[in-house]
C-alpha cells in the first residue's frame, strides 16, 4: 500500500508558458487518511488532465520501467515514458513509499538532476540502496495499456519458451554430469571386463596347450623321419669305413712287397698344386651325384618295377656303378685311367641302354600311346570348341554332347597320367648322369694335371707311387667318413637314440626297421613329408610367439585392471546408463519443441502428428495463465485448454465447444490477456499499472480485479493502480479493493 | 499449470511417444524433478547416484 506520494512537476520550465502540478488534493487525501486501508489495488477515475497517466508513467519509471525489454513495455508506453524525463519540455521532482506485505518499506524517487535511487528499509529500519537487477529479482513491474489484446494472449507463448529455457537450463548440465559419473564409474574396477580377460586368458592357455602337443607330434614326426634316413646314412658311412679299411689293408700289404721309388724333394709349390687339384677332384661333388641317382632309383615309387625289368646285368652294372660312390674319385685322385674309363663306359650303358629299356617297358605296361592319344584328343576337343559355333559335328561322330566327352577323356586322363610322373623321373636321371659323364671327364683332366705335379718329384717305380697315393688317398676317404659318422651319431644322439643303441649293430637295425614301419605313412614322399614338417613346425612356432604375446598383453591387463578398486556404484552402471539414456533423449525432446516457439513468442506452426499432443500441452499451459476462466458474452466460461493447431486459435471449454479468439470484444480480451500476464505462478511480488481500462465492462474488469485479489493472497501483490478517464470534469476518485 | 506440471506433462507426453508404461513415466518424472532441484543446489554425484539407483 501506499504510504507516501509526492511530486512536483514543472511544464515548459523558464518559458514564459511555466506551469506547476503537484497531486491530486484526492490523492493526497485518500493516502494520508488512510481511506484505502490496507489495499494495495486501487481504482482512478479522473478526468482528462488530470494527472492520472502522469502519475502511473511517474512511478513506472521510478521502478525501473525505462529497463523493461522491449515486449514487456509497449513502444506507447515507452514514448510515454521518454516523454516524461525530456528535461527541455518539464521538470519533475517525485517521490514514493509503499510497504511490502513482509514489512519492507520501498522508497522510490527521481528528479530533473537524473537521480533515480531505490532504497528498501527493512523491519529493524536498516536501509540500503538497491540496483534495478535486484528490485526486478523481488519485484515483477506490469505497466500496460490494452492494445490488440488478443494478438497478445497469442504472445502469452513467450512465458512458454522461457519456461523451456529454464528447463533446458537444468537439463543441459545434468546431462553432462550424469554421463561425467557414467566415466568415472567407468574407470573404477569393473568384474566383467576382469572375468572377460580372464576367460580370454584361460582359453589361449589351452589353445597354447593344445598347439604346444601339437607341436610335439609334429617335432616327433620329424625326429622318426630324420633319424631314419640319418640311421641309413650311419650304415652306409659306417660300411663305406669298413670297405675303405680292408682295402686300405691290401694296399698296405701290397706296398710292403714292392721296392719304393727313389724320391726328390717335393717342392712346397708343388705340394701346394697337388693338394689345390685333389681338392678341386673332391669339389665336383661326384659320389654326391652318385648318391643322388641311387636314391632317385631306389626310392621311387616304382622301384619293384625297375627291380622286375632290370636284367642280372642291369643289376651288376648298377651295384658297381652306385654301391661304392667314393670309388671313381678315389680313380680319379690316382689318375687310374683304366678304372676311370670303364666307369664312364658303364654310366653311359647304363643310361642308354639299362634305363631306357626299363622306362620303355614301364610305359608301355601303362600304355603310353594310349595316353598321348587321350591328351591329344582332349586338346583337339577344346581347340574345336573355342573355334566352332555349334557341337553338330561331334555329336554326330561320337553321339554323345562334348561335355560328356570331356568328362571321359578327364578320367582317363588321370588313370594315364602316370606317365607323366616316369617321363619326369627318366628326364631327371638322364639329365643327373649326362651331369656326372661330364664331371668325371673334367674330374679326368685335373688328374690328369695331378699325375704330371706328382710324377715330376718322382724316379723309377711309378707302380709303387701310384699305390702308396691310392693308399693316401683311401685313409683320406677313411677319416672323412669317421668324420661323418662322429656328426651323424651326433644328431641321433641329439634326436634322443641312445647310444647303446647307437654302438650295436643290431640295436641300430631294428631302430630302423621300426622307422621303416612307422614311417611308412609316407613312403616314397619322405622328403616331401619332412619339408611339410618343417613348414607346419615353423608355422606353429610363430603362432605360438604371436599367443605368447597376447598371454603376456593380457596378464599386464589383468592386474592392471584387477588392482582398481571396486566401487559400490559399479554394480549400478546400467541402471545409470538407461537413465543418462532416457534423459537424453528427454532433453533432445525439450530442443525440438522448443523450436516450435520463436523467441519473440510466435508460434512455428508444425501440424505434424508427433508435435500435436505438444501443442495441447502448451494451450493447457495459457488456458491455466488465465485460471482456467475467461469472459465471453458477459459470462464467465470455463476453458480447458488453447488450440493452437489451426490459423485462428480456439479456447476449447471441457465439453469440447471452441470459442475464436476473433470472436471476442476488445474489453473481453484485455481481461483475459491482463489474467493470463498476472500469473498466480509468478515467484516475485507484482507492481501492476494499468492505464486506460476504459474498453472493459464491469464483468472483465471485476475479472481482473478478482485475479489482482488472489494475488494479494497469497503475498504476490505489492501495489496495483488501474487508471479509466471520467466524463464529468475536475474529476478524481479512487477506489480500494 | 506451474513449471513442476509442466515438465509433468511433458514426461507423460515423452513417455507416451517413446512407448513407456505408467510406472516408467512416473519413475522417471520423480528422479527427473528430484534430480533438477538438486542441480539447483549443485549437488553432488554421490547424490545424483543415490537419487538414480534408489528409485
Given at each position: 500500500?501506499?504510504?507516501?506520494?509526492?511530486?512536483?512537476?514543472?511544464?515548459?520550465?523558464?518559458t514564459?508558458?511555466?506551469?506547476?502540478?503537484?497531486?491530486?488534493?484526492?490523492?493526497?487525501?485518500?493516502?494520508?487518511?488512510?481511506?484505502?486501508?490496507?489495499?494495495?489495488?486501487?481504482?482512478?477515475?479522473?478526468?482528462?488532465?488530470?494527472?492520472?497517466?502522469?502519475?502511473?508513467?511517474?512511478?513506472?519509471?521510478?521502478?525501473?520501467?525505462?529497463?523493461?525489454?522491449?515486449?514487456?513495455?509497449?513502444?506507447?508506453?515507452?514514448?510515454?515514458?521518454?516523454?516524461?524525463?525530456?528535461?527541455?519540455?518539464?521538470?519533475i521532482?517525485?517521490?514514493?513509499?509503499?510497504?511490502?506485505?513482509?514489512?519492507?518499506?520501498?522508497?522510490?524517487?527521481?528528479?530533473?538532476?537524473?537521480?533515480?535511487?531505490?532504497?528498501?528499509?527493512?523491519?529493524?529500519?536498516?536501509?540500503?540502496?538497491?540496483?534495478?537487477?535486484?528490485?526486478?529479482?523481488?519485484?515483477?513491474?506490469?505497466?500496460?495499456?490494452?492494445?490488440?489484446?488478443?494478438?497478445?494472449?497469442?504472445?502469452?507463448?513467450?512465458?512458454?519458451?522461457?519456461?523451456?529455457?529454464?528447463?533446458?537450463?537444468?537439463?543441459?548440465?545434468?546431462?553432462?554430469?550424469?554421463?561425467?559419473?557414467?566415466k568415472?564409474?567407468?574407470?573404477?574396477?569393473?568384474?566383467?571386463?576382469?572375468?572377460?580377460?580372464?576367460?580370454?586368458?584361460?582359453?589361449?592357455?589351452?589353445?597354447?596347450?593344445?598347439?604346444?602337443?601339437?607341436?610335439?607330434k609334429?617335432?616327433?614326426?620329424?625326429?622318426?623321419?630324420?633319424?631314419?634316413?640319418?640311421?641309413?646314412?650311419?650304415?652306409?658311412?659306417?660300411?663305406?669305413?669298413?670297405?675303405?679299411?680292408?682295402?686300405?689293408?691290401?694296399?698296405?700289404?701290397?706296398?710292403?712287397?714292392?721296392?719304393?721309388?727313389?724320391?726328390?724333394?717335393t717342392?712346397?709349390?708343388?705340394?701346394?698344386?697337388?693338394?689345390?687339384?685333389?681338392?678341386?677332384?673332391?669339389?665336383?661333388?661326384?659320389?654326391?651325384?652318385?648318391?643322388?641317382?641311387?636314391?632317385?632309383?631306389?626310392?621311387?615309387?616304382?622301384?619293384?618295377?625297375?627291380?622286375?625289368?632290370?636284367?642280372?646285368?642291369?643289376?651288376?652294372?648298377?651295384?658297381?656303378?652306385?654301391?661304392?660312390?667314393?670309388?671313381?674319385?678315389?680313380?680319379?685322385?690316382?689318375?687310374?685311367?683304366?678304372?676311370?674309363?670303364?666307369?664312364?663306359?658303364?654310366?653311359?650303358?647304363?643310361?642308354?641302354?639299362?634305363?631306357?629299356?626299363?622306362?620303355?617297358?614301364i610305359?608301355?605296361?601303362?600304355?603310353?600311346?594310349?595316353?598321348?592319344?587321350?591328351?591329344?584328343?582332349?586338346?583337339?576337343?577344346?581347340?574345336?570348341?573355342?573355334?566352332?559355333?555349334?557341337?553338330?559335328?561331334?555329336?554326330?561322330?561320337?553321339?554323345?554332347?562334348?561335355?560328356?566327352?570331356?568328362?571321359?577323356?578327364?578320367?582317363?586322363?588321370n588313370?594315364?597320367?602316370?606317365?607323366?610322373?616316369?617321363?619326369?623321373?627318366?628326364?631327371?636321371?638322364?639329365?643327373?648322369?649326362?651331369?656326372?659323364?661330364?664331371?668325371?671327364?673334367n674330374?679326368?683332366?685335373?688328374?690328369?694335371?695331378?699325375?704330371?705335379?706328382?710324377?715330376?718329384?718322382?724316379?723309377?717305380?711309378?707302380?709303387?707311387?701310384?699305390?702308396?697315393?691310392?693308399a693316401?688317398?683311401?685313409?683320406?676317404?677313411?677319416?672323412?667318413?669317421?668324420?661323418?659318422?662322429?656328426?651323424?651319431?651326433?644328431?641321433?644322439?641329439?634326436?634322443?637314440?641312445?647310444?647303446?643303441?647307437?654302438?650295436?649293430?643290431?640295436?641300430?637295425?631294428?631302430?630302423?626297421?621300426?622307422?621303416?614301419?612307422?614311417?611308412?605313412?609316407?613312403?616314397?614322399?619322405?622328403?616331401?613329408?619332412?619339408?611339410?614338417?618343417?613348414?607346419?613346425?615353423?608355422?606353429s612356432?610363430?603362432?605360438?610367439?604371436?599367443?605368447?604375446?597376447?598371454?603376456?598383453?593380457?596378464?599386464?591387463?589383468?592386474?592392471?585392471?584387477?588392482?582398481?578398486?571396486?566401487?559400490?556404484?559399479?554394480?549400478?552402471?546400467?541402471?545409470?546408463?538407461?537413465?543418462?539414456?532416457?534423459?537424453?533423449?528427454?532433453t533432445?525432446?525439450?530442443?525440438?519443441r522448443?523450436?516450435?516457439?520463436?523467441?519473440?513468442?510466435?508460434?512455428?506452426?508444425?501440424?505434424?502428428?508427433?508435435?500435436?499432443?505438444?501443442?495441447?500441452?502448451?494451450?493447457?499451459?495459457?488456458?491455466?495463465?488465465?485460471?482456467?476462466?475467461?469472459?465471453?458474452?458477459?459470462?464467465?466460461?470455463?476453458?480447458?485448454?488453447?488450440?493452437?493447431?489451426?490459423?485462428?486459435?480456439?479456447?476449447?471449454?471441457p465439453?469440447?465447444k471452441?470459442?475464436?479468439?476473433?470472436?471476442?470484444?476488445?474489453?473481453?480480451?484485455?481481461?483475459?490477456?491482463?489474467?493470463?500476464?498476472?500469473n498466480?505462478?509468478?515467484?516475485?511480488?507484482?507492481?501492476?499499472?494499468?492505464?486506460?481500462?476504459?474498453?472493459?465492462?464491469?464483468?472483465?474488469?471485476?475479472?481482473?480485479?478478482?485475479?489482482?485479489?488472489?494475488?494479494?493472497?497469497?503475498?504476490?501483490?505489492?501495489?496495483?493502480?488501474?487508471?479509466?478517464?471520467?466524463?464529468?470534469?475536475?474529476?478524481?476518485?479512487?477506489?480500494?479493493? | 499449470?506451474?513449471?513442476?506440471?509442466?515438465?509433468?506433462?511433458?514426461?507423460?507426453?515423452?513417455?507416451?511417444?517413446?512407448?513407456?508404461?505408467?510406472?516408467?513415466?512416473?519413475?522417471?518424472?520423480?528422479?527427473?524433478?528430484k534430480?533438477?532441484?538438486?542441480?539447483?543446489?549443485?549437488?553432488?554425484?554421490?547424490?545424483?547416484?543415490?537419487?538414480?539407483?534408489?528409485?
Amino acid at each position: 500500500m501506499i504510504k507516501f506520494i509526492d511530486y512536483k512537476l514543472t511544464k515548459q520550465p523558464d518559458t514564459i508558458s511555466e506551469e506547476t502540478f503537484i497531486p491530486n488534493n484526492n490523492l493526497n487525501k485518500f493516502i494520508n487518511s488512510g481511506e484505502g486501508g490496507n489495499s494495495r489495488i486501487l481504482v482512478i477515475k479522473a478526468s482528462n488532465s488530470s494527472g492520472k497517466s502522469f502519475l502511473l508513467n511517474s512511478i513506472a519509471y521510478a521502478f525501473k520501467a525505462l529497463e523493461l525489454p522491449d515486449d514487456e513495455l509497449s513502444p506507447t508506453l515507452r514514448r510515454s515514458l521518454n516523454y516524461l524525463i525530456d528535461k527541455e519540455h518539464q521538470k519533475i521532482n517525485f517521490e514514493i513509499d509503499i510497504v511490502d506485505p513482509d514489512g519492507f518499506k520501498i522508497n522510490s524517487k527521481f528528479n530533473y538532476l537524473d537521480e533515480n535511487e531505490i532504497r528498501i528499509t527493512d523491519k529493524e529500519g536498516v536501509s540500503g540502496e538497491i540496483d534495478s537487477n535486484e528490485f526486478s529479482n523481488r519485484y515483477k513491474l506490469l505497466y500496460d495499456i490494452p492494445e490488440n489484446p488478443l494478438d497478445r494472449i497469442y504472445k502469452l507463448l513467450k512465458s512458454i519458451k522461457e519456461f523451456n529455457g529454464d528447463i533446458l537450463g537444468s537439463l543441459n548440465p545434468l546431462d553432462i554430469k550424469i554421463r561425467d559419473i557414467l566415466k568415472s564409474i567407468k574407470d573404477e574396477r569393473d568384474e566383467v571386463i576382469i572375468k572377460k580377460i580372464q576367460d580370454r586368458i584361460d582359453s589361449n592357455l589351452e589353445l597354447k596347450k593344445n598347439r604346444e602337443d601339437k607341436l610335439n607330434k609334429v617335432k616327433e614326426k620329424l625326429k622318426d623321419l630324420e633319424n631314419y634316413n640319418n640311421l641309413i646314412r650311419l650304415k652306409k658311412s659306417i660300411d663305406s669305413k669298413s670297405r675303405k679299411e680292408i682295402e686300405f689293408s691290401n694296399i698296405e700289404k701290397e706296398l710292403r712287397s714292392l721296392k719304393p721309388s727313389s724320391r726328390l724333394k717335393t717342392s712346397t709349390d708343388n705340394k701346394k698344386k697337388i693338394s689345390d687339384l685333389k681338392k678341386e677332384i673332391r669339389n665336383l661333388n661326384i659320389s654326391g651325384l652318385l648318391n643322388y641317382c641311387k636314391e632317385e632309383i631306389v626310392e621311387n615309387k616304382y622301384h619293384e618295377k625297375f627291380t622286375f625289368c632290370f636284367s642280372k646285368t642291369d643289376i651288376n652294372l648298377f651295384n658297381y656303378l652306385f654301391d661304392n660312390s667314393e670309388s671313381i674319385v678315389n680313380d680319379l685322385l690316382v689318375y687310374d685311367i683304366e678304372e676311370i674309363s670303364k666307369f664312364l663306359k658303364g654310366i653311359e650303358s647304363f643310361k642308354n641302354i639299362s634305363l631306357d629299356k626299363v622306362f620303355k617297358d614301364i610305359k608301355s605296361e601303362y600304355n603310353e600311346v594310349d595316353y598321348r592319344f587321350i591328351k591329344d584328343l582332349k586338346n583337339a576337343f577344346f581347340k574345336y570348341q573355342e573355334n566352332s559355333v555349334g557341337d553338330q559335328i561331334i555329336v554326330e561322330l561320337f553321339d554323345k554332347n562334348p561335355g560328356l566327352i570331356i568328362e571321359q577323356l578327364d578320367v582317363y586322363e588321370n588313370k594315364l597320367s602316370v606317365v607323366d610322373d616316369l617321363n619326369k623321373l627318366q628326364k631327371d636321371l638322364n639329365n643327373t648322369l649326362s651331369r656326372l659323364m661330364g664331371k668325371i671327364k673334367n674330374g679326368l683332366a685335373l688328374a690328369k694335371k695331378m699325375s704330371k705335379e706328382i710324377t715330376k718329384n718322382k724316379n723309377g717305380n711309378n707302380n709303387y707311387d701310384k699305390k702308396l697315393e691310392r693308399a693316401n688317398n683311401i685313409k683320406e676317404s677313411i677319416n672323412r667318413d669317421k668324420f661323418e659318422i662322429d656328426k651323424l651319431r651326433n644328431t641321433l644322439e641329439n634326436n634322443g637314440v641312445k647310444l647303446s643303441t647307437l654302438n650295436d649293430v643290431s640295436g641300430r637295425e631294428n631302430l630302423r626297421e621300426n622307422l621303416y614301419f612307422k614311417n611308412s605313412y609316407c613312403k616314397g614322399v619322405e622328403k616331401e613329408q619332412i619339408e611339410e614338417y618343417k613348414k607346419e613346425i615353423k608355422k606353429s612356432k610363430l603362432f605360438l610367439v604371436d599367443l605368447d604375446k597376447a598371454l603376456l598383453d593380457d596378464n599386464v591387463k589383468f592386474k592392471v585392471e584387477d588392482s582398481k578398486k571396486s566401487s559400490k556404484y559399479a554394480l549400478n552402471h546400467r541402471e545409470i546408463q538407461i537413465f543418462s539414456n532416457k534423459l537424453s533423449f528427454f532433453t533432445r525432446y525439450m530442443v525440438q519443441r522448443n523450436i516450435l516457439i520463436s523467441d519473440n513468442g510466435e508460434l512455428n506452426s508444425d501440424d505434424s502428428l508427433e508435435y500435436k499432443s505438444y501443442m495441447k500441452i502448451i494451450g493447457e499451459y495459457v488456458a491455466s495463465l488465465m485460471g482456467n476462466k475467461i469472459i465471453y458474452q458477459d459470462s464467465i466460461v470455463e476453458i480447458a485448454y488453447i488450440d493452437y493447431s489451426s490459423k485462428t486459435p480456439y479456447f476449447v471449454t471441457p465439453e469440447d465447444k471452441k470459442i475464436a479468439f476473433s470472436d471476442f470484444s476488445g474489453g473481453q480480451g484485455s481481461s483475459n490477456y491482463l489474467k493470463a500476464k498476472l500469473n498466480i505462478n509468478e515467484e516475485r511480488k507484482f507492481i501492476v499499472l494499468i492505464d486506460e481500462i476504459a474498453n472493459m465492462d464491469n464483468k472483465s474488469l471485476d475479472m481482473v480485479i478478482e485475479r489482482l485479489k488472489e494475488l494479494d493472497e497469497n503475498n504476490k501483490l505489492l501495489l496495483a493502480i488501474l487508471v479509466e478517464p471520467a466524463k464529468e470534469p475536475n474529476t478524481f476518485n479512487i477506489r480500494a479493493y | 499449470m506451474n513449471e513442476e506440471e509442466y515438465l509433468e506433462k511433458l514426461v507423460e507426453d515423452f513417455g507416451e511417444i517413446n512407448g513407456y508404461s505408467s510406472e516408467e513415466k512416473n519413475e522417471f518424472s520423480t528422479v527427473l524433478k528430484k534430480l533438477m532441484a538438486l542441480n539447483d543446489k549443485e549437488g553432488s554425484f554421490e547424490e545424483i547416484i543415490e537419487i538414480i539407483i534408489k528409485q
